[in-house]
């Protein structure tokens, strides 16, 4: 899947702005084009994740044509694609074998269990808090 991203050319002193306009809020910058465009997929990755994290929708990508008559606040600035990785949306769920010290495994269940959740829930818990 890929993202346009409206790109503001930078300075000698000024880095390049990147906006994605179809993904409210979302911007980044780099000192070189090349930083925008990789500093442009983090923000475009964090802002999905935090979108789902909070069960929003996550809005499907226009067509730079599109975005270009819906945004002329964007003329003069240069378009690109940022491509992201389709798997990041999926929420399907994925068996996964894991090994752990067996004390860990006493530690991690015990937290479950005070946190009233499964091990699996627990686990899915803590990677997102942090």
């Avoid at 991203?5 to 300075?11: L, R």
């Avoid at 910058?29 to 999905?48: K, N, R, V």
């Amino acid at each position: 899947m890929y993202y346009p991203v409206a790109i503001e050319p930078g300075t000698e002193t000024e880095a390049f702005g990147v906006v994605v306009p179809d993904l409210p809020g979302c911007f980044s910058a780099g000192d070189t084009l090349e930083e925008a465009f990789i500093q442009a997929e983090e923000a475009i990755t964090g802002w999905i994740e935090t979108a789902l994290d909070a069960g929003q929708a996550i809005p499907k990508p226009s067509t730079i044509e599109a975005l270009r008559k819906a945004h002329p606040e964007y003329d003069g600035w240069m378009w690109g694609v940022v491509k992201i990785d389709p798997a990041m949306l999926d929420d399907k769920l994925e068996r996964v074998n894991i090994s752990l010290p067996r004390r860990i495994l006493h530690r991690l269940d015990a937290q479950a269990r005070a946190a009233g959740e499964t091990r699996s829930g627990f686990i899915a818990s803590m990677a997102l808090s942090r």
